[in-house]
Each structure stands twice: as structure tokens, then as C-alpha cells.
């Protein structure tokens, strides 16, 4: 689900086509979430230092035999060698089946030969290990720890090296508190003829002090504004991000191959049960497919 063939652009099926993101599920919830949004969704799997490669290999298995699909976060700067690497990319594709990759930096102090994600790209070998298409970040308000000009010449840097590499590629943007950075960061993107498609972070509902502390934690630049915008008061009272998606799916038709990803910063399966309804009530009137 990470060609473009995957995202949909009319405005009134945009929450469709979302994907959600989990750290460290357990197997009965990666069960319950199959059970809710279907087979075939597409499950991001993050990685996080102190979790085992082989045991996030496990998860990613764990996920293709409930019916998902899995996509595996793969952080450069924690690998210590090409071999490691090479170890972990063979466990992915053997256990689980995986042929998409989410491949990041990390924030972590470089352990090995990648200092980035895109070393990683030029010089891990994805497609000769069998993956066909990879997701790269976004920021649409920028990064609290990169500069702006670092930011605006990696992404086509990674996204010439992906295509040079034969390897699809897909952008997943950070979250952010409203929907107009977004909009704006979108349609600069399509400004410079970088049409891939891009999985819209969201944040999924939680509570507003975790949420903060969220957004410190993946060093979002969360503008006063925003935070007092009505989509971010929606965010109050584990209420999700419905009037961002709403305001998404009103401007989609202009955005280029656009879909939901949301992180689930509030609970797992109440992501999963809130991106699924939420599709639903936005949908047409003929039945989701």
C-alpha cells in the first residue's frame, strides 16, 4: 500500500487510506487491530534502542501472520556494521515478509558506519535484499534539532538515491497540532515537483499533557498558535484529530497522493478503532472498499 496507486485523492475518501504506527505491540493487540480495520493495513512498527533487532524481526512477523502488513522503522545510527544491518534486513525479509522499510536517522548517537538515513539508502543494499519500496521523513514545521537548510536538501537527496536504487519511495511527515503547515508544506512540495506520495502524520487521541510531551519527544515545533487553534483543542480530552483530517480532506483534491498515518501516541487498539470510524463516517455513501 505504499504506491501511489495506494493513496486516494478525492477529497471524500481521503481518511480511507490510512496507516497507523505502534511501538512494541503485544501480539493480542496487533490481533484486535487486525480484527478492526482489516486485512491487508498497513502497520508501522517503530524501533526503539532498547528493543532488540531480532525481537522487533519477531513483531514484524508477528504482524504478517494477522493479516497486516508490516512496515519496519529502520534507524541508521543505531547499527553497528554493515553486518548487523545485512542481519537484520535478512530476518525482516525471511520472518515477516517485509518489502517496505521506514528509514530514518534516529535519534541516537551514530554506533556504526551510517551517520544517516540516507547512508542507508546509497549503501545498505535494500533493494538487493529484496525491499521494494521505502517511506522517508517529512517536517512540515520544520525540526527542533535540524536546520531548515539540512532538512530542504536531504529530502531530495533520499529521494534521488531511492529511485537510483530502483526503490519506491513515500514520505512520512511528523505530526502537527493544525492542518495549515501541513497544507502549505504540502503544496511547496508539489511546487518543487516532488510528487510522491506523502502518509500525513497524525496524532492519534490522547490526552493533551501526553501529547506534549509527545511533541518534545519527537522534537515537534508545536507554534502557540497551533496549540490554540480549534484542531488543536480537539486534541483535549482524548479526542482525536478530526477536524485536521477534516480540513485535509477538504483541500486533498489539490494535495497530490495524500493519505492519514497515525501514531498512536494514545493506545494502540484506540487508534486503530478511531482511524477506522472515522474513515467510515467520512466516507460516501457506497460501502469503503
Not at 49 to 63: F, K
Not at 105 to 130: C, F, N, S, T
Not at 192 to 221: D, H, M, W
Request: neutral net charge; aromatic residues 6%.
Amino acid at each position: 500500500m505504499s504506491d501511489s496507486s495506494a493513496f486516494t485523492d478525492p477529497a471524500d475518501r481521503f481518511a480511507r487510506g490510512y496507516t497507523i504506527e505502534a511501538t512494541r505491540p503485544k501480539p493480542a493487540e496487533i490481533a484486535a487491530v487486525a480484527a478492526i480495520v482489516g486485512r491487508g493495513r498497513e502497520l508501522y512498527l517503530s524501533s526503539v534502542p532498547t528493543q532488540a533487532l531480532p525481537d522487533l524481526a519477531a513483531l514484524a512477523a508477528e504482524t504478517r501472520r494477522a493479516g497486516l502488513e508490516p512496515v519496519v522503522h529502520v534507524g541508521a545510527r543505531r547499527m553497528t556494521s554493515k553486518a548487523e544491518l545485512d542481519d537484520f534486513l535478512a530476518r525482516l525479509r525471511g520472518e515477516g515478509d517485509v518489502k517496505t522499510l521506514l528509514v530514518i536517522a534516529g535519534d541516537v548517537d551514530q554506533a556504526g558506519p551510517y551517520a544517516d538515513a540516507l547512508d542507508v539508502i546509497r549503501g545498505g543494499g535494500l533493494r538487493e535484499a529484496g525491499f521494494e519500496s521505502i517511506g522517508i521523513s517529512g517536517y512540515p514545521e520544520g525540526h527542533a534539532r535540524i536546520d531548515q537548510g539540512k532538512l530542504d536538501a536531504a529530502l531530495p537527496a533520499k529521494l534521488k538515491a531511492a529511485a537510483d536504487a530502483g526503490l519506491g519511495v513515500h514520505i512520512v511527515s511528523q505530526f502537527s497540532f493544525e492542518a495549515a503547515p501541513i497544507v502549505a508544506w504540502l503544496k511547496r512540495l508539489r511546487e518543487q515537483g516532488i510528487a510522491v506520495p506523502v502518509r500525513v502524520g497524525l496524532a492519534g487521541p490522547t490526552s493533551f499533557k501526553s501529547l506534549l510531551r509527545y511533541a518534545k519527544l519527537c522534537g515537534v515545533n508545536a507554534s502557540m498558535r497551533g496549540m490554540a487553534s480549534g484542531a488543536a483543542a480537539g486534541l483535549l480530552g482524548n479526542v482525536g484529530p478530526e477536524k485536521i483530517v477534516e480540513e485535509l480532506a477538504a483541500n486533498a483534491a489539490g494535495l497530490g497522493a495524500i493519505a492519514p498515518h497515525y501514531f498512536s501516541f494514545g493506545g494502540f487498539e484506540n487508534t486503530a478503532r478511531y482511524a477506522h470510524d472515522l474513515a467510515l463516517r467520512m466516507a460516501p455513501s457506497h460501502a469503503m472498499t
